[in-house]
């Protein structure tokens, strides 16, 4: 459930907030997040374009407060004593709870900068109270934030792994698994078959589900398997790839964080050769 946010709710909330400039977060010197009451942030508080809160996702006996969240858009803001950092710096060292939650919270604040009108008549939108969707005044259209399937997969052959180098890669050194976005009507084992044969001109058998990580660039639902070679020779997509090989998993390059399910992936097929 969305809502905004009481002047009583701002004035005694202690937690941490959520600024989003452009498509940066706001951080104190130390790399911090903005925290505590609404009147710690009086300096702040004027730029706020939304303020929402997010619920927690995970529901416990002690739930967490609703994290605020503000949107100052695109004007260029200067706050003295605060910077504005990547949401990929805030979410590499982020413990598991605070991913899903900053990730949430930038995919809901994507999803309002864009259906601020309605995608059938023009009009203008507005947010619900008791789900996360905004409704048309006019039509009553109603638009949800949007969610791309994406599949993403280790292969191995023996003792080797195939990692590859996507041509939107910014880090030359680093390789990486495959992955695809999932096309309309399609399977998830469709799209990781046609993927990886469209990408790097091999087949894949015994594919296996990992596990499932939203990733808020800018709202990826990414679906991690591992999966067998069964053929082919190794022939890339220049449009897609730069580079792939096959690496001993003892002779690894340059691998993505474990805050990624490639990182993660990666991981679990060099653990298991090694077990
Ligand atoms: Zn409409």
């Known amino acids: 459930m969305m809502n905004d946010l009481s002047e009583q709710d701002l ?16 951080v104190d010197d130390n790399g911090a997040l903005p925290q505590g009451a609404w009147s710690q942030l009086t300096s702040l508080h004027h730029y706020a374009a939304q303020v929402q809160s997010l619920p927690p996702l995970e529901q416990t006996d002690t739930p967490p407060p609703a994290l605020p969240v503000l949107d100052i858009g695109a004007e260029h803001v200067d706050i003295q004593g605060w910077q504005w950092v990547s949401l990929r710096q805030i979410l590499t060292g982020a413990t598991a709870f605070h991913y899903k939650e900053y990730s949430r919270a930038w ?12 995608g059938q008549c023009g009009g203008h939108t507005e947010t619900i109270s008791w789900e996360m969707a ?19 997969v280790a292969i191995y052959r023996d003792d080797e792994i195939l990692l590859a180098r996507g041509v939107r890669h910014k880090d030359p050194q ?13 399977t998830l084992e469709q799209a990781l078959h046609r993927e990886v044969f469209e990408e790097v001109g091999i087949r894949i058998k015994n594919e296996e589900y990992f596990e499932s990580q939203a990733w808020p660039f800018p709202h990826s639902l ?13 022939n890339i997509d220049e449009r897609e790839i730069v580079d792939a090989h096959w690496f001993n998993i003892q ?3 340059k691998i993505p964080p474990t805050m990624s399910v490639a990182g993660r992936l990666i991981n679990a097929v060099v653990a298991r050769h090694r077990s």
């Open 11 to 26: 004035l005694s909330y202690r937690g941490e907030w959520m600024v989003f400039w452009r498509d940066k977060v706001l």
């Open 174 to 186: 680093m390789y990486s698994t495959l992955a695809g976005f999932v096309e309309s009507g399609e």
């Open 251 to 253: 002779d690894l390059p």
């Open 222 to 234: 990414m679906v991690g398997y591992i999966a067998e070679y069964a053929g082919g020779e190794i």
């Open 134 to 152: 905004v409704q048309c005044r006019q039509c009553r259209h109603r638009a949800y934030p949007r969610v791309s399937p994406c599949i993403i």
């Open 107 to 118: 995919q809901y604040v994507h999803f309002l900068r864009t259906h601020r009108y309605c």
